[in-house]
């Protein structure tokens, strides 16, 4: 069936790491793509510029998770090795562990105004952070399984979460509570998000699904089958209009929400895709798999006339009537299987003639602790990559001559890394004895309830029977 809209097309892979690409981000103007992997790195892709690109290390397990802040100026990251990383994206390589989790971090996400950052881990917890303040705020738990993913509503007073006790939950981050819940018994939610209206969220299944949920009235909104292994991550285009997916079957698919159908599956990688994001504003989408390749598009099918869309939705083009998802979605689910739905496919390798463009020269940035301004000799020294040559000579020559330097240097890194352990231990022992005593109280207050209960009872019946024997 010919589309009505232009096609996506693949505008360049790029290579640069050496496992599987768990995540991607783009900044807010779209001129940097930022990309995490199992090889414990994140690299920072100019797109303005292709002349190069910043490679992090820092994490000492795979990186699960990554993203921007609101205006750019900070990189938020999750791995497996217990941490959330905040990073300054510049040449200095500055950036601060935060520490909390006793189990792995499986998404990390900011809030619209970039002052908090929200994780969810394999602990069973989600945590709150604070960017400024580099600690913990607070803390949610009530999932029983490893929660997946946890994301911010647009307006920062939600958040959603998923997990493997196959829960997806809102949270009101102002009272800390569950404020709402929804179960799916086919399988588990593996990815979380808000649409840009906040209206709704959208989970991908590792049961093959996507599923719309309307948080206001609580009902499943649309019920999508289109993959044929489970979903990974989805992605809304920020007219609310569009959903891409990324899946184990090797496939992207874009979903018209307004027309309930499937109208592009997107073919190039290699084995499973594992992530996807649109840019800010829609023009661009990137995605990464398995395969260690990250593919970054032109969205084009976002030049669809919306005069059209709003003849058909007409109750939203009142100034007094704000958006809403009902007059958008039908009123009960609907299952949208693969084989009742039309779908253009796209695949890189017929309709893109260059894909043999050379990547970009990859700058590695060894890890700086702490982020802060930097003094003005550290800047003397990172100005620039390619330092003078004389520099770089004296500076091998020093490094050589402090050799048994080095050695002790490392063996105070080793005593480091195991202190470091201890303590984390330390901590997860006593937020577990946090929780056991937050327990203990609530269990004491209602012993106390039934207390002064039997104390009034008694009060009661001493009366009667004093006024009785009167």
């Known amino acids: 069936m010919a589309s ?3 096609d996506p097309i693949l505008i360049r892979p790029f290579h640069g790491h050496t496992a599987a690409v768990t995540g991607v981000a783009f900044d807010a103007n779209a001129a940097g793509l930022v990309t995490c992997s199992v090889d414990r790195l994140l690299i920072l892709w100019k797109l303005t510029t292709q002349c190069r690109a910043y490679r992090f290390e820092g994490h000492a397990e795979a990186v699960t998770s990554v993203d921007f802040s ?13 941490t959330v990383r905040l990073w300054i994206p510049c040449i200095y390589g500055e950036s601060s562990v935060l520490k909390g989790h006793t189990a792995s971090v499986r998404s990390v996400n900011f809030s619209h105004d970039g002052c908090s950052v929200v994780s969810a881990s394999n602990d069973k917890l989600i945590k709150i952070w604070s960017v400024s303040h580099q600690r913990l705020l607070f803390t949610l738990f009530q999932h029983t399984g490893w929660v997946r993913c946890a994301k911010f509503s647009p307006d920062g007073r939600l958040i959603a979460s998923c997990s493997e006790d196959k829960s997806v939950i809102i949270w009101d981050t102002r009272n800390k509570i569950c404020v709402n819940s929804f179960s799916d018994y086919e399988g588990f939610a593996t990815f979380v998000d808000f649409n840009p209206s906040g209206t709704c969220i959208a989970s991908a299944g590792s049961n093959n699904t996507v599923k719309l949920w309307d948080i206001r009235t609580n009902k499943l909104l649309q019920h999508f089958k289109v993959h044929r292994a489970g979903v990974n991550c ?14 184990t079957d090797g496939t992207l698919k874009i979903l018209d929400l307004l027309g309930e159908r499937l109208i592009y599956t997107l073919h190039g990688h290699k084995g499973p895709v594992l992530c996807v994001a649109f840019s800010k504003g829609g023009e661009k989408f990137a995605s990464g798999g398995m395969d260690t390749q990250v593919f970054l598009w032109k969205t084009n099918f976002d030049t669809l006339d919306y005069e059209e869309v709003l003849k058909h939705n007409f109750r939203r083009t009142h100034i007094d009537d704000p958006p809403h998802l009902l007059d958008i979605y039908p009123r009960s689910s609907h299952l949208h299987e693969d084989e009742n739905l ?8 017929f309709d893109v003639p260059d894909k043999q463009a050379p990547d970009p020269v990859v700058i590695n940035i060894r890890p700086v602790s702490g982020i802060s301004t930097p003094d003005t000799g550290r800047n003397e020294e990172l100005r620039s990559p390619s330092a003078s040559p004389s520099a770089r000579s004296s500076k091998r020559k020093v490094e050589f001559e402090s050799g048994s330097a080095e050695q002790n240097v490392e063996q105070q890194r080793g005593i480091s890394s195991s202190l470091s352990r201890v303590l984390d231990h330390i901590v997860g022992q006593l937020h577990l004895l946090t929780l056991t005593v937050s327990i203990l109280e609530q269990r004491l207050t209602c012993a106390e309830d039934k207390l002064k209960e039997c104390i009034k009872d008694q009060q009661k019946m001493l ?8």
Do not use: M, R
């Not at 609101?70 to 217990?82: E, F, T, Y």
């Not at 989805?234 to 899946?247: D, E, K, Q, R, W």
């Open 4 to 6: 009505p809209l232009e």
């Open 342 to 349: 039309n779908t253009v496919e796209v695949d890189p390798t």
């Open 463 to 470: 009366s009667e029977d004093t006024t009785n024997k009167i």
């Open 234 to 247: 989805i992605s809304f285009h920020p007219s609310g209009n569009y959903l891409i997916t990324a899946s």
């Open 70 to 82: 609101p205006d750019g100026q900070v990189l938020a990251s999750a791995s497996h090795d217990h």
